[in-house]
């Protein structure tokens, strides 16, 4: 009788907790009145913290640009830092609702572990970083070479496979996080450090003599990183989707965030009225949000153009070149679906 | 309890059973309890087994082991058994377990040693030295074991020169990198197998000789040089029969070639701050013990040999460390726990122990999180049983027979 | 120097038979003169403690040889050349070659409070500060029985404070606390477990469906009054640290307590099942269990609910904990004397009568050094949660190496966190050890 009770009194306990469950992200989002955002712990340019401990970088400006668009807030985030292990299980668990953390889209993390990726907004490969005094200048010279990779991630599998099929022989050291890489490499304790080409960049730039290195010119892999949702919630993945590629048509048409209330009020271009909520098309309402929601995105953070030049571009200390990563404009691949 | 409150309030047996004495009767009482124990405790575990299923089938994944036969398709730097990227998951598990255990009973072996010398040391007349024991066992105690961990590899990779910049030292016997440290590989040729044979002749007869001297010594009184003889027996015909058959064995020097130097014996350096760092932070702890156990002694023991007419040495092996051992034994296997357990750490330097290859990039690389926790909890779960039923075996047998 | 008083006689002539006095008779008391220079003072302290023999002599020459080495190397790198303005690290090499140390000054704030918001840094500092006087009535005996209750509060009270939020959900709870209490007392003359089964079906009930909506409705009709609530994402640093042991140590006691007499108990399945849960979490690495939190957690709990990671990571320490702190508390048990037990079973007193008013008040006094030992532990294991991302002193090194301005610094990041934890765990294992010889005067078993 006792024990009925008590399962009875479990079963109530664990029906009150799936309540809230299932619930459409979107909802989930506007009630608790922020959104969670899984970043890195840490790496340069794409996130890290400002003197004032507030997340910072390339990342973090995409959840923000969704933030705005969702919430009308773009202050309206809260970051989880996550670590190569433990960003999906943030991810599948709910824990956070979405995950921008440089990371790779694969078949596997698609179709087995169940995400939904939204468009890429970095198209990165996995390149090397030597010694220019090593007199290496191809990755196929770096037979029997000691090289640092960051574990968890998708590099550690590139390299076995490069160094296979070219028949060579290396011995892995591999670190949790880019910093430690960072500190081993510049010791000599590994004669080169393979990560993401926009990684070896970063970590370059902050070296005392970004000159006595140079990144060699192979490119093992490709890997496109974007941010990513759980798979399921389409309205969701939706709204992630379309953020960046308004993002990336604000580019293309040319409005900035300093820009963009003037040219909502100005334009005649159609394809600006549209992004901008201009016309009565109310695309916003069809994903649940309101007319605003690119004009908000952009607002936030600046167009995509604009976000990689204060973090990765060639300002920064990064001094990342747009290369693949112009629009297809001019040559490069960002090429976003148009709004209509 | 149970059996003084039957006499006094348990009912005659003579009345049948009652459902009230389910809670009333104290003879039946135990029963109910435990009962309902039992049934909260499956309750509890059938609710989370449930919830599990549901979460898998939610999101779609699968309980199976079935990734343990599938290309690990990653590269470890140092393994004991043959492996490539091509080998299973299971195998690479495998790898992990052995440098896991490399690093536990090496670590064992150092900490002891430090530790005994450090806890002696610690006692010492020396008040410098005292003073010095006391600060490297409270420095290293007081700071938690991972911050060491990650000042060791960071000393290694940013102190030590590059393999190009490095000259041998030793005469070539040690080459410290920033990478690591080599060391000669010794290489047997033939005849190899005729000296071991003279070696394991030699350490028997060591031991029957052990057994004639305390043989000797109980009938008629004499002490013989038991350690010494015992050298000699087992070094000096080994010795004799290298250098008949002509140095049967040639060093492996390392030698730089390219990035880095080949050949010879490499230790990495993960592995060398690893090791270093957990021994030398279970060492303090060790040290700490031995002092106590030490100072248990009461020093009545010591005098009382003084008197028997013991000298000092032989007071030590025979009185003080058998019974100081019995103290010091318990917690030094406990700390033999924790450094293996500690050891898990080394995937905070790149050290792939079993943590790493299993619970790190394998669980990474499948998304097996469950399958990958539970055979890794498994292993540690084993291990640590198997120490602690060493511990209670010793403990029985040298705990004190109470009359 | 005591043998030289205790030499120095006095003679009194007076007592000489006849009164005649001697000439060779002294009548004064010699003066005790100081002992010679080679028996005592400095030089004979040094001869003795550091030069006593040959190799005496070598090992303390080579040990002052290399003291003298290391101070004078660090000295340079941690005073004399160091750099405590500026705000880059490429700033600080070109000021001095020493040491960096101006990334502690400048990140400071975060490595005690992470990110938490600095206008409420009052709000941690105060509860860090209220941690002492909450403690202070269990590791002194001398001081009033009554601050007990300040220290059976102080766990609400900091979790208010660090966390905020309503006050009414406090009160709420505290109210739900009490009437626990009146159910438990009304049912109990009529049945034991009955009371026990009803009183925590009520609380438990009520936290999950009553609590957060009454709660709210309160805030909504009389309005919210309390402190700006703070999400535990923003913890980090040392603050994180000392949240998590903490919790740890309080919220394992009371399972460790049970843990403990559990595993004493001679109910073979309530054994067996204390027994299997102690031996489980004291085989595995504390990281295993990290793990499990951060990856597996939520697939143990019903589709859909999720805890954020350190109320999850909470969960596991205090699990660790109380499997450590359950052996602690058994070496407790096993100390009393059995006279104790006995004594209790003579009385007549059932169970857990004995156990309330005899067994365990001696028992946890006892173990108190141990659990001390046991916070040391915990607090220095803390450090692992870095491994699954949580930004604890050693985690939050990492959002800091990343910064462009401060890549590349490392030493003095580690001996900052190195030193904070020195002097905590130091203090707290002298603390212990001043107890356990305060403990060993009293009675011996």
Not at chain 1, 263 to 283: C, F, H, V
Not at chain 2, 254 to 280: C, D, T, V
Not at chain 2, 353 to 358: F, S
Not at chain 3, 315 to 331: D, H, K, N, P, W
């Amino acid at each position: 009788m006792k024990t009925k009770l008590l399962t009875l009194a479990l079963g109530t306990a664990a029906l009150a907790f799936s309540a809230t469950a299932n619930a459409a992200t979107l909802d989930d989002v506007k009630a608790k009145d922020f959104l969670q955002c899984g970043v890195s712990t840490g790496f340069p340019g794409f996130a890290f913290t400002d003197d004032n401990g507030d997340w910072q970088g390339f990342d973090p400006a995409f959840c923000r640009a969704v933030a705005a668009a969702v919430l009308g807030d773009a202050s309206k985030v809260k970051f989880t830092p996550t670590t190569g292990k433990t960003r999906f299980t943030a991810l599948a668990s709910g824990e956070i609702d979405m995950l921008a953390r440089n990371t790779t889209e694969t078949f596997s993390r698609d179709v087995d572990l169940k995400f939904t990726f939204a468009p890429v907004n970095y198209y990165d490969g996995q390149g090397f970083m030597v010694r220019k005094d090593l007199g290496v200048d191809s990755a196929l010279g770096l037979s029997s070479a000691t090289i640092c990779i960051q574990t968890g991630t998708t590099t550690e599998l590139n390299l076995a496979d490069y160094f296979r099929a070219n028949n060579m022989s290396y011995e892995p050291v591999p670190v949790e996080t880019n910093a430690e890489a960072q500190e081993k490499y510049l010791a000599n304790a590994c004669d080169a450090y393979t990560t993401d080409a926009s990684g070896l960049s970063a970590t370059r730039s902050a070296f005392e003599n970004p000159d006595d290195h140079i990144v060699l010119p192979e490119i093992i892999s490709k890997e496109p990183l974007g941010p990513l949702v759980r798979q399921g919630d389409d309205q969701w993945a939706d709204i992630v989707k379309w953020t960046i590629l308004a993002l990336i048509t604000a580019e293309e048409v040319g409005v900035t965030a300093g820009n963009a209330d003037q040219m909502k009020a100005d334009s005649t271009d159609p394809n600006i009225q549209r992004l901008l909520g201009a016309t009565e098309d109310n695309y916003g309402a069809m994903f649940g949000l309101d007319n605003d929601w690119a004009l908000r995105a952009i607002k936030a953070g600046g167009n995509y153009g604009e976000i990689f030049a204060r973090y990765l571009g060639t300002e920064t200390p990064l001094g990342i070149e747009r290369g693949v990563n112009a629009l297809w404009t001019d040559g490069g691949l960002m090429y976003a679906a148009p709004i209509r | 309890m149970t059996t003084a409150t039957q006499i006094v309030d348990g009912p005659v047996d003579s009345g049948g059973f009652r459902l009230s004495q389910l809670i009333y009767d104290s003879r039946y009482r135990s029963y109910t309890i435990q009962v309902i124990a039992m049934v909260l405790f499956m309750v509890a575990v059938g609710w989370l087994v449930d919830n599990v299923i549901d979460n898998f089938r939610d999101l779609g994944k699968e309980f199976s082991f079935g990734f343990l036969f599938q290309p690990a398709s990653y590269d470890i730097n140092q393994t004991l058994i043959d492996y490539n990227s091509q080998s299973p998951h299971w195998r690479a598990a495998v790898v992990g377990i052995l440098n896991t255990l490399l690093i536990a009973v090496l670590g064992c072996i150092l900490a002891t040693f430090l530790g005994v010398a450090i806890g002696v040391a610690r006692l010492s007349k020396n008040w410098l030295i005292a003073k010095l024991m006391t600060i490297y066992i409270e420095g290293f105690r007081n700071v938690p074991v991972l911050l060491w961990i990650l000042l060791f590899s960071t000393a290694f990779s940013a102190l030590l020169p590059s393999p190009r910049q490095t000259e041998p030292m030793l005469a070539g016997f040690l080459t410290a990198t920033n990478r690591g440290f080599y060391v000669p590989a010794t290489i047997w040729s033939e005849g190899a197998g005729l000296l071991a044979i003279l070696f394991l002749v030699s350490l028997v007869a060591a031991w029957i000789f052990g057994r004639w001297a305390t043989a000797r010594q109980e009938a008629t009184g004499e002490i013989l040089p038991i350690f010494r003889i015992r050298l000699a027996i087992i070094f000096l015909p080994v010795l004799a029969l290298f250098f008949l058959l002509g140095s049967p064995m040639t060093l492996d020097f390392p030698e730089l070639k390219g990035f880095n130097y080949q050949g010879g014996l490499y230790i990495r350096s993960s592995f060398m701050a690893l090791w270093l760092a957990l021994s030398l932070y279970t060492a303090a702890f060790i040290a700490e013990n031995v002092r106590a156990g030490i100072q248990a002694i009461s020093k009545g023991q010591t005098e009382a040999a003084y008197s028997l007419g013991l000298p000092p040495k032989r007071t030590m092996n025979l009185v003080i460390l058998p019974q100081a051992l019995r103290i010091i034994i318990p917690p030094l296997i406990s700390q033999y726990l924790n450094l293996t357990k500690n050891s898990s750490l080394a995937i905070a330097v790149g050290y792939m122990d079993v943590t790493g290859t299993l619970g790190g990039i394998t669980l990474n690389q499948t998304g097996k999180e469950m399958e990958c926790l539970i055979l890794l909890m498994g292993f540690y779960l084993t291990i640590s049983l198997l120490i602690s039923g060493v511990m209670n075996l010793y403990n029985n047998a040298v705990s004190l027979k109470e009359r | 120097m005591s043998d030289t008083d205790s030499e120095t006689q006095v003679f009194r002539p007076d007592d000489q038979i006849g009164g005649m006095s001697l000439a060779y008779v002294s009548t004064q008391t010699i003066p005790a003169s100081h002992s010679p220079v080679s028996t005592s003072g400095p030089i004979a302290w040094m001869r003795e403690k550091m030069f006593s023999s040959v190799s005496d002599t070598i090992v303390s020459l080579i040990s002052l040889a290399v003291i003298i080495l290391v101070v004078t190397s660090l000295m340079s790198w941690l005073v004399t050349n160091s750099v405590w303005t500026a705000g880059s690290l490429a700033e600080c090499r070109e000021i001095d070659t020493g040491g960096c140390f101006a990334v502690i000054v400048v990140r400071f704030s975060q490595f005690m409070f992470g990110f938490y918001p600095s206008e409420l840094y009052w709000r941690p500092i105060l509860a860090f500060a209220l941690m002492f006087v909450a403690a202070a009535p269990l590791l002194h005996d001398t001081l009033p029985r009554k601050m007990l209750f300040f220290s059976a509060a102080y766990p609400l009270l900091a979790y208010w404070l660090l966390w905020g939020g309503s006050v009414w959900g406090i009160a709420l709870f505290v109210g739900a606390l009490v009437l626990t209490f009146v159910i438990w007392q009304l049912l109990k003359g009529f049945n034991m477990a009955i009371a026990a089964i009803v009183a925590g079906l009520f609380l438990v009930l009520w936290f999950m469906f009553a609590q957060g909506s009454v709660t709210s409705f309160i805030d909504n009709t009389i309005g919210f009054v309390g402190l700006e609530s703070v999400e535990s994402s923003k913890f980090g640093g040392f603050l994180l640290t000392f949240v998590i042991g903490v919790t740890g140590i309080v919220a394992s006691l009371p399972i460790g307590i049970m843990l403990a007499l559990g595993r004493k108990s001679n109910l073979p399945i309530l054994k067996a099942l204390c027994v299997g849960f102690i031996e489980f979490i004291r085989g595995v690495p504390l990281i295993t269990l990290l793990f499990v939190a951060s990856t597996l957690l939520n697939y143990f709990l019903p589709p859909g609910t999720s805890f954020d990671i350190i109320l999850r990571v909470l969960i596991m320490v205090t699990l660790f904990a109380s499997a450590y702190m359950a052996e602690v508390i058994r070496g407790g048990l096993a100390a009393l004397p059995r006279g104790q037990y006995e004594a209790a079973d003579a009385l007549g007193l059932t169970y857990w009568q004995a156990t309330q008013k005899i067994v365990l008040p001696q028992a946890l006094k006892i173990s108190i050094p141990g659990i001390v030992n046991t916070f040391i532990g915990l607090f220095k294991d803390t450090t692992l949660v870095s491994i699954i991302g949580l930004l604890d002193p050693i985690g939050i090194m990492q959002p800091i190496r990343s910064d462009s301005n401060w890549n590349g610094i490392v030493w003095e990041l580690y001996l900052f966190v190195g030193l904070i934890f020195f002097i905590t765990c130091f203090t707290m294992s002298r603390y212990s050890m001043y107890f356990e010889r305060k403990l060993d005067t009293g009675h011996r078993s």
